[in-house]
Each structure stands twice: as structure tokens, then as C-alpha cells.
């Protein structure tokens, strides 16, 4: 189960994958953003586990995956809203 403090009513939350930091391990990690008309800001808190257990847990929580596009940083895999 993903949770969040969602204190924004206005706010969407994306939360991104990113490649892990060494080509040996397997595990990923995911960092959540809240998106308003002010910005972008990065919430406390980090997600771990292998690609497959992340997109499952946001599958599951009812996200909606999104393409990264070739302007994203490299590091970035996908994002989730």
C-alpha cells in the first residue's frame, strides 16, 4: 500500500522510479512529488524495491503510468499520477 500525506486538496502526486545507482543491484527506488499551480516540490519519503514491485504497488493503488520523455533526466525510468 502506498500512503501519503496528502495536505494539498489542490495538489497531484507523481511518483517517479529512478535507476538504481549501481548496475549490480536490483532494487530501485521511487520519490514522490507534489504538483500545484506554484510548483513542483519533493515529499519526505522513499520507496525501494525491484521495478516489478514498484509498478505492482502503483498498479495496484490505481496509478496511471507515465512515458518518461527524452528531455527527462536519464536517471528517470517512468512516473506515476
Known amino acids: 500500500m502506498i500512503e501519503i500525506e496528502a495536505s494539498n486538496p489542490k495538489a497531484n502526486y507523481i511518483w517517479t522510479i529512478y535507476k538504481p545507482h549501481n548496475a549490480n543491484c536490483p532494487n530501485q527506488h521511487a520519490k514522490c512529488f507534489e504538483v500545484t499551480a506554484e510548483g513542483t516540490k519533493m515529499l519526505n519519503g522513499t520507496l525501494f524495491g525491484t521495478y516489478e514491485e514498484l509498478q505492482r504497488k502503483f498498479s495496484d493503488a490505481g496509478l496511471i503510468m507515465l512515458q518518461r520523455s527524452p528531455e ?7 512516473s506515476w499520477i
Open 72 to 78: 527527462d533526466d536519464s536517471s528517470i525510468v517512468e
